[in-house]
């Protein structure tokens, strides 16, 4: 089993359309959550942290069950510049510097 | 620099040679990591370096792997023998410290034909 675990999609949404992404990790000692964006042929970037108790960044919101392992990322009023791959990744506490990386989870954004 | 450079951004090599990456990361980032990217796959963790302490190599896949970082300059990730199974991005990253978030290189398109 992959230690972090998502859908690949793609998904294929209208502009101004909500999306919800969810992500599953296998350790339970993972301490650090993250969801990280990247456009095709590009490196990743931070999109935000997730905390425990939840976070919201403008359109975006970050939501983490510790009970269940699994973290979502909910997009609304989706623009077509949302358009990209979004990867969901976790930090465990034995090696806090190391990334674990999901797959990603494809977003598509139509007019 | 402004941010994590590497170096090339595209590297075609045959089967058999060696290929060396680099990657210079952001002034005063003292952690330095290597992650792989294959084509439609998340990333592999390879290697981590943090100051002048002894690296991580856990993540590196073989014995054809081998990174080296000075102080907190510059690293180069050196692939002995290279196979077709290497074609991948290889990311670098950087960070303050490794309880800092990373910030990414452009990454290197290694392709082994």
């Known amino acids: 089993r992959k230690e972090v675990e998502q859908d690949p999609g793609p998904f294929n949404v209208p502009e101004g359309a909500t999306v919800a992404f969810n992500c599953t990790y296998s350790n339970s000692a993972s301490q650090s959550f993250f969801w990280y964006r990247q456009d095709c042929r590009k490196e990743p970037k931070l999109l935000m942290s997730?905390?425990?108790s939840g976070n919201e960044d403008g359109r975006f919101t970050a939501q983490l069950n510790r009970a269940s392992q699994y973290i979502s990322l909910l997009i609304r009023d989706s623009k077509l510049s949302d358009s990209a791959t979004y990867l969901c990744?976790?930090?465990?506490?034995?090696?806090?510097?190391?990334?674990?990386f999901g797959s990603g989870t494809r977003l598509l954004v139509r007019p | 620099g402004a941010g994590v450079s590497q170096s090339p951004s595209n590297k075609v090599t045959e089967k058999g040679k060696d290929v060396e990456l680099r990657c210079d990361p952001i002034?005063?980032?003292?952690?330095l990591y290597w992650y792989r990217q294959r084509l439609g796959q998340g990333l592999e963790f390879l290697i981590y370096?943090?100051?002048?302490?002894?690296?991580?190599k856990s993540g590196l896949p073989s014995d054809r792997f081998s990174a080296e970082r000075t102080g907190e300059s510059v690293s180069t990730l050196t692939i002995q023998r290279t196979q077709q199974e290497d074609s991948a991005v290889y990311l670098c990253?950087?960070?303050?410290?490794?309880?800092?978030?990373?910030?990414f290189g452009s990454g290197t398109r290694l392709t082994v034909v």
């Open positions: 990744v976790v930090k465990t506490g034995d090696s806090s510097y190391k990334l674990i």
């Open positions: 990253a950087s960070s303050f410290d490794r309880n800092y978030g990373y910030t």
């Open positions: 997730v905390y425990s």
């Open positions: 370096f943090q100051g002048n302490s002894a690296p991580d």
């Open positions: 002034s005063g980032h003292t952690a």
